[in-house]
T-cell receptor, first 113, second 112 residues
Framework: NAGVTQTPKFQVLKTGQSMTLQCAQD?????MYWYRQDPGMGLRLIYY???????DKGEVPNGYNVSRLNKREFSLRLESAAPSQTSVYFC????????????FGQGTRLTVV | AQSVAQPEDQVNVAEGNPLTVKCTYS??????LFWYVQYPNRGLQFLLK??????LVKGSYGFEAEFNKSQTSFHLKKPSALVSDSALYFC??????????FGKGTMLLVSP
């Protein structure tokens, strides 16, 4: 099983450029998440989708938008990248029930110069 | 709002010795608690979880965790550490909402 697949793995953007991070899961999970990981900050939730057709803001949504394209895919878009968005981005998915664990992709390392 | 605290940025232990990585949490309602491990340049891997039942939970790679409701803690333990256990460990909590809140992480370094 592929699990959670993120593309691209690495990206360098110039300030003001836009890009979309793609995420797909093949586990028939209901919920999907986007986190960013910064040194000393742990993982912070950007946006999540509890089920197909719904999206909600997390802890740090400013500067980002998301689309739950279908049950498998959940994309994260940076409309106008800023250096503060330099980070490692992780997509995750879970069945969505309270006691179920989340499964993570391998991450996208984004640098904004 | 739910929160997780991992009070140690780094834990050092010699190979063969027992290890403990600490985690305390705050949540309204019943907690669902998780431990994840992250190796360099990799995603997070699920280790174990507490939902209900026995306070001692066993997981992958010989790890276990003890849930203590009165102390609101969920410490990760292993009886005998391996050098290959060296990694970044995250504690996480979820309540009735669908989101997972993570601690800042604890780097475990196991020396030969």
């Amino acid at each position: 099983n592929a699990g959670v697949t993120q593309t691209p793995k690495f990206q360098v953007l110039k300030t003001g450029q836009s890009m979309t991070l793609q995420c797909a899961q093949d586990m028939n999970h209901n919920s999907m998440y986007w986190y960013r990981q910064d040194p000393g900050m742990g993982l912070r939730l950007i946006y999540y989708s509890a089920s197909e057709g719904t999206t909600d803001k997390g802890e740090v949504p400013n500067g980002y938008n998301v689309s739950r394209l279908n049950k498998r895919e959940f994309s994260l878009r940076l409309e106008s990248a800023a250096p503060s968005q330099t980070s490692v981005y992780f997509c995750a998915s879970s069945l969505g029930r309270q006691g179920t664990e989340a499964f993570f992709g391998q991450g996208t390392r984004l640098t904004v110069v | 709002a739910q929160s997780v605290a991992q009070p140690e940025d780094q834990v050092n232990v010699a190979e063969g010795n027992p290890l403990t990585v600490k985690c305390t949490y705050s949540v309204s309602g019943n907690p669902y608690l998780f431990w994840y491990v992250q190796y360099p340049n990799r995603g997070l891997q699920f280790l174990l979880k507490y939902i209900t039942g026995d306070n001692l939970v066993k997981g992958s790679y010989g790890f276990e965790a003890e849930f203590n409701k009165s102390q609101t803690s969920f410490h990760l333990k292993k009886p005998s550490a391996l050098v290959s256990d060296s990694a970044l460990y995250f504690c996480a909590v979820r309540d009735s909402e669908s989101t997972l809140t993570f601690g800042k992480g604890t780097m475990l370094l196991v020396s030969p």
